[in-house]
């Protein structure tokens, strides 16, 4: 069937190659008219007849084919599960067990499910010996005491990094060396605002105890993060880090009390802490 099909297959390709050679050699004036339509039309007939040809000798070909498969998945079926066939149930019917006309078989259980049974026993075998026996793995305990571990070690490096800082948990640092670290902050960054000394130029007195957005370390902290654009502050959550920003914080307030050269004049609200 096969041979018979490429055959058939390798002729109608020939077929069309011979007629396509035809058309190339012969010359336009010796073609009548709609003589090119009349053409397309018989390749598209010789291509479908081609195709239903295909088709049934495929079609006849299947049925063998599924045979063989069916055959196949049916001895794969009858091997995992050893079933009886029904014209032998007979054979593996329980007499006793009846109750209302409804009887019982016999039945093997199923090779899949007693090698999973087996494979269940053996794991708990290797399980046992290999975290209890010889302690080669961590138990659930040991597990939960190195994720907390290794939880505070991250929390270390978070809080080392300021990552864990905000306007609603930051604190005012009165270190000489963070406070140094902010005012290299304030100098590089503020005072063409606010003056060397805090006094204020385009931005408000930071010396005063007059705050237009309110004082203390999270209200600073809050406008030096989020900034205030209609009044030209920027937001330095960009160009700082939580911890920079701490530190800046907390120079301004440190600011507080002390006497400018050219104050300006007071703005905003008294604040009290």
């Known amino acids: 069937m096969k041979n018979m099909l490429n055959s058939f297959s390798m002729k109608v390709l020939f077929a069309i190659l011979s007629f396509s050679g035809y058309l190339f050699a012969a ?9 090119y339509d009349k053409v397309a039309v018989f390749l598209v007939a010789v291509i479908i007849f ?6 049934y000798f495929e079609g006849r070909q299947k049925p063998a084919a599924e045979k063989k498969k069916s055959v196949l998945w049916a001895k794969i079926k009858q091997y995992l599960t050893k079933s009886t066939p029904i014209e032998k149930e007979n054979e593996i019917l329980l007499v006793d067990h009846n109750y209302d006309g409804i009887k019982e078989l016999d039945n ?10 087996y494979v269940t026993i053996l794991f708990a075998v290797w399980y046992m010996i290999y975290y209890h026996v010889i302690g080669a793995g961590p138990l659930q305990e040991q597990e939960y005491a190195e994720e907390v571990r290794l939880a505070e070690i991250k ?14 948990t930051v604190t005012l640092l009165t270190d000489a060396a963070d406070l140094n670290e902010g005012k290299e902050i304030f100098t590089k960054n503020c005072v063409a605002c606010h003056a060397a000394d805090g006094g204020g130029l385009v931005g408000p007195n930071l ?24 009044k030209g ?20 307030i440190s600011l507080h009390g002390t006497k400018p050269a050219n104050p300006k004049a007071p703005e905003g609200e008294i604040w009290k802490e």
């Open 207 to 230: 010396t005063d105890d007059y705050w237009i957005h309110g004082g203390g370390i999270k209200n600073v902290f809050k406008v030096i993060k989020y900034g205030v654009t209609n």
């Open 27 to 35: 010359g336009e004036a010796d073609y009548p008219e709609n003589y």
């Open 155 to 168: 929390k270390a490096e978070l809080v080392k990094s300021g990552a864990l800082i905000n306007e609603e």
């Open 108 to 117: 093997r259980i199923p090779p899949w499910f007693s090698g999973l049974f």
């Open 50 to 55: 081609a195709f239903l040809a295909l088709a």
């Open 233 to 252: 502050m920027l937001a330095w959550q960009n160009q700082l880090n939580p911890k920079q920003m701490q530190a800046v914080a907390s120079y301004v």
